[in-house]
């Protein structure tokens, strides 16, 4: 009867030595990583909006009208929205999916996610802009 009091109990102590401590030291270590890791996206969140402010009112569409009233509708550009608005979109995703899929993690795994999804974002940050900027 011993035996099966100690083996109850030692999968207990088990189960409870192998979940993970969310309050803490750990805690706030883990939040001060996060608000780091939040300037880089906050900066990349910052430039995606200033092309969807700045690209529409670029000089490639800047004379849309005159085309259009003189039926050069060829030459008529409309500036990419879905691209522009996915630049936006794109950091914030990527810094709430690193968050979430690193959640209750250890503080390395949480800082590579982080690390890992703003690599990703400024990959594909790059890529919007040289499209943008090409058509």
């Known amino acids: 009867m011993s035996a099966g009091g100690a083996t109850g109990t030692g999968t207990g ?3 409870a030595h192998d979940a993970p401590r969310t309050s803490g030291p750990r805690r706030w270590k883990v939040v001060v990583l996060a608000a780091l890791f939040a ?3 906050a900066y990349d969140v910052f430039e995606a909006v200033s092309n969807l402010v700045s690209v ?3 000089a490639r569409y800047a004379n849309n009208d005159f085309y259009r009233e003189n039926g050069l509708d060829g030459l008529v550009a409309e500036p990419p929205w879905a691209v522009l608005v996915l630049g936006v979109l794109l950091p914030v995703v990527a810094y709430v999916l690193a968050l979430v899929v690193s959640r209750r993690r250890r503080l ?3 800082a590579l996610a982080l690390l890992t ?3 990703a974002t400024a990959a594909l940050t790059l890529t919007i802009t040289a499209y943008v900027t090409s058509i």
Do not use: D
Request: glycine residues 14%.
């Open 56 to 58: 529409p009112q670029g």
């Open 39 to 41: 300037l880089p996206f």
């Open 117 to 119: 999804g703003l690599a």
């Open 108 to 110: 390395a795994v949480v």
């Open 13 to 15: 102590a088990t189960a």
